[in-house]
């Protein structure tokens, strides 16, 4: 399951980098009004972060096989289940 | 295709269960089949425990009024007979009892892939099963098993953090044993055997697994919140703060509905088994039936909120859930039809296991179907609550379960304990228990279609008769339960030794001896055909059982 | 799918310590070879992290609900929070899971003091993480924010300079969850510490080697984790309606 071909320090530190600049990105992008979009955008930003730690700090890119992918990602389908399904009452409430 | 040629007289060579005779040898064992022993003793210690609080449910709804105890200490009764035979019986039973042994048996591995963590979850099992036990003792808890807030979190006076905490533990136990599975099967199947060739029961264990592993961890975190907030008064669900009661619902049922699926697709693996080998044909539509243990998997967790159709969720998002719970009937009706196909041209057989295979047949359709009856919106605003829901989850978890467990361990008893049980005796106890839980069940569907609440300790006289009824069908139940205790221990000593193959199945387990040796197999098989192949084995190898 | 190709024979129960000594002393007797027991603890590690992906989950499913209703309130809740030091913990845990990637990187290459040296700095990181957090929960004390008997919220939701009034008992609500996940996670930092730690030290005595490394890769994923579940709740708690 891991990466045997092993990713490069260089690979590791702008990784690092690039997740440091995305936090400061989505803290100064809070204070600028985007109305509805504030959450939108930054909710992406921390999907993209969580990618980047994923597959590149987790070794899921380059790993040996496609289960480890999938396994990843059903955590979070499942997730998104619960999340889907519960609004589907909360957002359908004509009192809530 | 042979069984292992051991006359039935050889002197037993080293097997897994005299390697080793000190308590300590058990109580720190590593060997998969001991843990599926050690599991084996402790969940029959529960079954009769939560048994002993049915007792008394139907010993009290023997008369409409309350007089054998308080309403609040029939709140007690009910809860803990529902908590333990939920959470410490039904969802560990088959795959800690018989999926612990048989897994790594039947994909020939020499044991699973964590046999520490094995370990663990058998500890994590009986430390919150005493601690349970210990919150019984002082004083129980009241607020039937599905703990609902604001009473749980607010309102009640009983031990909810400790049964709370008790139910995390198992709940732990349940992840570990699933992430077991996974990997043992993912990682440590014998040459040559693909996933095409996998038992059912390993499919279904399968899928059972992926279950525990995603829906467990929500039921963890609801307690956890139910215990900050009765502790702390961190008020999440508390709706003088803005919280809102049926969060909790989802949340709970997010896991309790999948958690039912935990319960009833290792039994229906067990049953695929049974029909293969007592009609010595291959499983009518291998594909569908492995694939149905997957997709019942994957539904069950789109339906909980059918658990809340009248407790306030919106309209549409009822409608979207009632319709998701017909779609998970599919799969089940698959193995249904495909079990009965089996059957059809078979050579069939009626050893006990065979009967609780048709006994579940039948009354797992009855179950089911009155599931798709509680799915259907109109028809649950009448029952809901009422007995009806009772006998449907008794016939699904009893009926359903129970009976899918009960034949799997006595088709598995010579595998693991070397000796055969009385058939006679079985084979009463098999129509004592249908006879008993039909006379039990099925007058509850009719006492909840009239109207008779669940939960309550009293009731309206002319509901009398039908309750006399099920408390009588509940005494010869008791009976059929037991007898298979009695003739179980019985036949560790006095009954029939069993050679390998008693049942000639086909199967990687009956390749090895009875009992197997702690490895399991003194070589890895190489595995080069396909599940089932019956047509392979000639008729006249199959033997009766040996006489006991 | 991997398939096992053992071919050791077993003459009896009793495994002999000659087939012991041809392995890995790390071999573990049911898997046929230490590839196989690699990629078995890995997959063990991933289900183990999707359980706590669903736990924590259960937490995100309650605080996008009271959100969605609340939002004002916790609005509110949000911009009483000190944004910085909720930047500076996330920054703090991005360089603690760098730390962690190239301890296994080191140890890879076998340079066991190199893979000591990033493992106690990822605990010394994880320490300030906490400490940070204390300091948090310590100015939430003061402010009365904690929930329960003492709770006592007067602010408004500042919305582009319009002063909203908000719900206390809303608000309560959110700090309710503020507590409850950043709590849940403060609790798993712990346990990482404490994996980094113990790892450290066995290490340093030399239990793993560039042959063998699996506990430390395995531990680096739920650092991994953690980080990952801080990503969210860094945002969701403290950057909502920021803009005034």
Known sequence: ?96 | MASIGIPANQAPKLNYLNNGHSLKSWLLTTDHKRIALLYLISVTVFFFLGGFFAMLIRLELLTPQGDLMQADTYNKVFTMHGMIMVFFFLIPVVPAVLGNFLVPLMIGAKDLAFPRINLLSWYLYITGGMIFLHCMLTGGVDTGWTFYTPFSTDYTNTKIVEAGLAIFLAGFSSIFTGLNFIVTIHRMRAPGLTWDRLPLFIWANYATSLVMILGTPVIAITIVLVAVERLFHLGIFDPRLGGDPLLFQHLFWFYSHPAVYIMILPSMGVISELIACFARKRVFGYKFVALSSVAIAVFGFLVWAHHMFVAGISLYAAMIFSFLSFSVGVPSAVKVFNWTATLYKGSISYATPMLYAFGFIGLFTIGGLTGLMLATIGIDVHVTDTYFVVAHFHYVMVGGVLMGYLGGLHFWWPKMTGRMYPEAWAKLSALLVFVGFNLTFFPQFILGYVGMPRRYWQYPPEFQALNVLSTAGASILAVGYLLPMIYFVWSLRYGAIADANPWAAAGLEWKTTSPPPTFNFDETPVVTWEAYNYDEIPHKERRAPVAG | MQDSQATTSQATVQVTTAEHEAHNPALVHQFADAEQQKNAASLGMWLFLVTEIMFFGGMFCAYLIYRLKYFNAFAAGSQSLAIKWGAINTAVLIVSSVTVVLAIYAIRFGRKKLTVAFLVVTVLLGFVFLGIKSIEYTDKFREHHVPGANFHFTENFDDNGKQIPVNPNEVQLFFSLYFAMTGMHALHMIIGISLMSTLAVLTWRGHYSAEYYTPLENAGLYWHLVDIIWIYLFPLLYLISRHT
């Open chain 1, 1 to 96: 399951m891991s990466n045997e071909h092993g990713t490069s320090v260089k690979t590791y530190l702008i990784i690092g980098a690039t997740l440091l600049v995305l936090t400061v990105a989505t803290t100064l992008i809070a204070f600028v009004n985007l109305g509805p979009f504030n959450p939108v955008v930054a909710l992406t930003i921390a999907t993209i972060k969580a990618l980047l730690v994923i597959l590149f700090f987790m070794h899921v890119k380059g790993a040996s096989e496609k289960l480890t992918g999938v396994v990843v990602a059903s955590g979070f389908f499942f997730l998104a289940i619960l999340l889907t399904l519960s609004l589907s009452d909360y957002l359908t409430r004509s009192w809530w």
